[in-house]
């Protein structure tokens, strides 16, 4: 009798947690889409960072403005330009503009919403972790475990999506070394008119700064 109830709550265990994945690929799956129909976006955003081995914890504003696949993040002291492989970091405090480059990310880009879902299916183990009301609001809770967790510098990735929107709510970002980034989306303003300049870089706008290519 105990070793067929045991073989019962084994095979139980094996379909919720089946279940559990098929619901966050599903809800991934229409996210993913819906973030590729985007053209633009303009993102107001908080970045908190939780240190648990020093017990701190900072928050930052930031803004995004996104469009074809380029994007100009202001954050901190720094405007940062992504040109797909190709980024130019300007540091206000120093006059510095950096440019890097990398043939492929490695690591999801935290402010580009098609880097974060690219390849989620294959790269991730999706879990559906829970349902819940926030702030008026209903979101499903998403947990994105690396297959490959020994080359990340993170062991977890949480998403927050409204369920009413199917937009992102918030992106925990859980690293190795203790140190948590949550990233909080206050606004969220799709498909507005975002002129080429805003989000191209231009070293003409910054002459006083020295430029360093790392490439």
Known sequence: MKIFLAIV?????????SQNDDKAIRVLDQLSEKIDS???LHIQFNVIVE???????DTMPGILY????????EFVDQIVFSHGNTTYSYLKDV????????????EPDIFDPKSLLK?????YKCRFISDRFVRNRPLVE??????????????RISLLIDKSKIELFSVLYLGKDGTGFLVEFLSFKINTEIPDSLVIFNEN???????????
Not at 9 to 17: D, H, L
Not at 205 to 215: E, F, G, H, K, L
């Open 95 to 106: 006059e510095e503009i950096n440019i890097t480059e990398s043939e492929e990310l490695e």
């Open 38 to 40: 985007y053209k633009t």
């Open 9 to 17: 709550f084994i095979a139980f265990s094996f379909t919720a947690f």
């Open 119 to 123: 390849n989620y299916k294959s790269n």
């Open 142 to 155: 998403i947990d994105l475990i690396p297959i490959d967790i020994e080359d990340k510098s993170y062991s």
């Open 51 to 57: 240190n648990t081995q020093e017990g701190s914890t």
């Open 205 to 215: 706008d910054y002459p006083n700064a020295d430029i360093i290519d790392m490439r």
């Open 66 to 73: 996104y469009k074809d696949d380029k994007y100009r993040l």
